[in-house]
């Protein structure tokens, strides 16, 4: 009689709660409040030159694409080899999602992890000259999933001020001592800089040096053999992140560290497999020991599915691409310099850049998107970058040279960077 007792005062109390919810003044509307701070945040970016609007995309992404309606030369894209509509890789993601299907059915180590899979990172190990490779679902989580994981609270982070964003927050969301004010950051290459801080911070157990390898707002590449000599001369750990040198730099495009033949003195290195190999994601390049803790303690890669099967076989092949056809690698160096050699001559500043990423200066955020407009209006899509991606004042339009491009297409934008320079003053 008591269970039924207390089993009705339960369905009561329930019951009376689903009413009260039930018969509550409802509303259409969203929070006024929230959306009114939104509003207010979203006119402050206007008013500042900062608002930034997605093109659609219309075509695959090559050199001259269609994007909102209008054919344009794309100088935006970083398929750098032109790998993402290349014809065999596109043949081996067919065949994937018939042998496959669509997606790995779970998380990596619960059960996501295909055979498909295991060959990638095997071939990724192989080219890059490590021990092993773990494949992340992108670049960014890469970061996100290896800085916090090889780092503790006895621990310090040097990084250049320059980083990428990705960099950045993965450094904020690991237990290491990482501030500004307190000199963990050295300015942009400053080797001087650097060894200050490594002097200054031998009593923490471990110093970590984090750098891009090539600087994706700059275009100019790290010194790495100057950092790696002196990470060896004090016993600090070094993190390359090589977004933009793979498949750039290095032979056959491996990176960096084989640009300056360092294979075996990089400990960590991150690459990207959604840049110059065309497809998507990220790994993390290093020794057997370094993955297997990844695999344990790298919250991106525990808790996210693994990538559709289709991915690991279509970057399988663009691996084969890039070991067999220098091709690709060899326009996309030819166009580069072609870019260059132009832009100076017409006396943009490309700001020292080394590599196929080429800001042309601007400095005022306002001019930078105005310039962007009218490089729109002639046919060329290339993006304003500005605050918060680079300092206040330092706005650029970058320009992304690619073996996708013709040397019509790219006659083409720089008659139209002339005009717009001509037109806006």
């Known amino acids: 009689m008591l269970r039924v007792y207390l089993k009705g005062i339960l369905l009561s109390t329930h019951c009376d709660k689903f009413n009260s919810i039930k018969n509550a003044p409802q509303s259409d509307e969203m929070n006024t409040d929230f959306q009114s701070w939104l509003g207010g945040q979203i006119q402050t970016l206007k008013d500042q030159n900062l608002y930034k609007v997605p093109r659609i995309l219309e075509t695959p992404a090559g050199g001259r694409v269609r994007m ?3 054919e344009v ?12 509509n290349h014809p065999k890789v596109r043949q081996a993601a067919l065949e994937a999602v018939e042998k496959w299907g669509v997606g790995a059915g779970a998380v990596r180590w619960i059960g996501g992890t295909m055979s498909v899979h295991q060959e990638l990172e095997e071939r990724l190990a192989k080219f890059k000259h490590t021990e092993a490779v773990l494949v992340f679902t992108g670049g960014f989580t890469a970061n996100a999933g290896a800085i916090p994981a090889v780092v503790t609270n006895n621990d310090v982070i040097i990084s250049d001020e320059l980083n990428h964003a990705s960099i950045i927050d993965g450094v904020r969301l690991g237990a290491a001592k ?9 300015p942009h290459k400053d080797m001087e800089a650097l060894e200050k801080i490594l002097k200054d911070t031998q009593s923490f157990e471990k110093r970590v040096i984090i750098t891009d390898g090539v600087f994706s707002m700059d275009g100019d590449i790290a010194p790495l053999p100057d950092i790696v000599n002196l990470a060896e001369q004090y016993n600090a750990v070094v993190y390359v992140d090589d977004a933009h040198a793979s498949g750039v730099l290095g032979e056959k495009g491996a990176g960096s560290t084989s640009h300056f033949g360092l294979y075996g003195r990089v400990d960590i290195q991150l690459g990207t497999l959604s840049k110059a190999l065309g497809v998507m994601g990220g790994y993390i390049a290093g020794s057997a020991a370094l993955k297997d803790w990844l695999i344990n303690r790298g919250r991106p890669y525990l808790f996210s599915t693994g990538h559709p099967p289709v991915v690991a076989a279509a970057l399988i092949a663009s691996l084969d691409v890039m070991e067999n056809d220098p091709e690709p690698m060899q326009r996309l160096w030819d166009n580069t310099k072609w870019w260059k050699a132009q832009l100076a001559e017409a006396g943009f500043d490309t700001m020292g850049s080394e590599t196929p990423i080429t800001p042309v200066y601007v400095g005022d955020e306002g001019k930078a998107q105005a310039m962007e407009k009218a490089l729109w209006d002639e046919g060329v899509y290339a993006l304003a970058i500005v605050y918060p991606t680079v300092a206040r004042g330092k706005a650029r339009i970058r320009t992304m040279p690619s073996a996708a491009h013709t040397k019509e297409d790219l006659q083409f934008a720089l008659e139209a960077f002339k005009r717009v ?5």
């Open 73 to 84: 030369v794309n100088l935006s894209s970083n398929n750098y080899l032109g790998l993402a």
């Open 178 to 186: 990482y501030k500004k004010s307190d000199g963990y950051v050295y």
């Open 421 to 425: 320079r001509d037109k806006l003053k």
């Open 68 to 70: 909102n309606g209008k």
